[in-house]
């Protein structure tokens, strides 16, 4: 049984994107594997975000994980800043980490670019992550394509570490991508993602995602009804390889080919297909909403479960660090 850890920030929503590249594995690892899940709300501040909403989007990040199949009875869920040991971490691998690998971090780059000044949080995010994931000696993080880089650097980070304080005390994570590593957004372009509004929730009713899907392009060969495409050109033919059946997809690809149908009719398919898969999410969702109490003492229980793991790993670390170990008011007085 390997032991897994992968985090997802409270910025963004649970959509097609984060949900195909990473939450599904979740689910279906949780099954055979020791998992912890982590709402990820340190790393979500590093952009600028709405403060009064913030508490509320944790919690609902908290409940679609739960709704899209997290069981906090088999897997560790809980959110990030009520374990104190995560920044703690994060600090000491901050005097390991060469800065020259940080600023090579393609998201860094990118998001250095949308911001007017760089602040440290933003370039020392990887270092923050290579923390949660040490903290419970994880073997495997399931993520999208986009954060391997991250996982590789979390690798130097241990290796550094451990040569220079205890050898083999960190295992080297390894980045676990599934089949859906890179979903791209409705555009077609970029990778679906909530602040790009490209993305369509997984929670979302069937006439919203109805609205996001249907002016979505397709093959910019046809034009009109009666031109035929090339389905491997059309972002929702991979789409509807996620949600359609083997014979609907072959279906949609001969009626594509010979333009036996409008791209409007293979949408109306691929929305229906879509709304149906996330329709017992959508019903749990709602259950969870009526009892909020359900992912509070979740998120209180996971909590407990992940501080105690990460108390132990922190109690190594000190020692091996040569830093001096606290004593407790009880034996001083
Ligand atoms: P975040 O919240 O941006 O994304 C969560 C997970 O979803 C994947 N993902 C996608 N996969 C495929 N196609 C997409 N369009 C898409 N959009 C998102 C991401 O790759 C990610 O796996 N830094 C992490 C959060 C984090 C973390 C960690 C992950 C913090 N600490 C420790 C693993 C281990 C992030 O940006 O997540």
Partial sequence: MARIFSGI???????????????????????KHECFICVVDYHAITQSYDIAAFEGRTHDMALGLMAAGIDPTRCV?????????????AWIFNTVTPIGELERMTQFKDKSRRQESILAGLLNYPVLQAADVLLYKADLVPVGEDQVQHVELMREIVRK????YSEGFFPEPQALVGSGKRIKGLD????????LDNAIGILDEPD?????????????????????GTPEKCNLYDLHQQFSSLPVVEDVAEKCRTAGW???????VLADNMAEAFAPMRARAAELRAAPELVRDALAAGAGKARRVAEETMTGVRAHMGLMPAKSIASVT
């Fill in 77 to 89: 869920l809980f959110v990030q800043s009520h374990v104190a040991h995560h920044t703690e971490l």
């Fill in 188 to 195: 077609g372009q970029a990778k679906m993602s909530k602040s």
């Fill in 262 to 268: 409008g791209c409007i009719d293979c949408k109306r």
């Fill in 161 to 164: 570490w451990n040569a220079r």
């Fill in 208 to 228: 919203e995602i109805w609205k996001r899907l249907r002016p979505a392009p397709t093959d910019p060969a046809r034009v009109k009804r009666t031109d035929p």
């Fill in 9 to 31: 920030q409270p910025s963004g929503e649970l959509h097609i994107g984060n949900y195909l590249g990473a939450v599904k594995n979740w689910v279906e690892l949780q099954e």
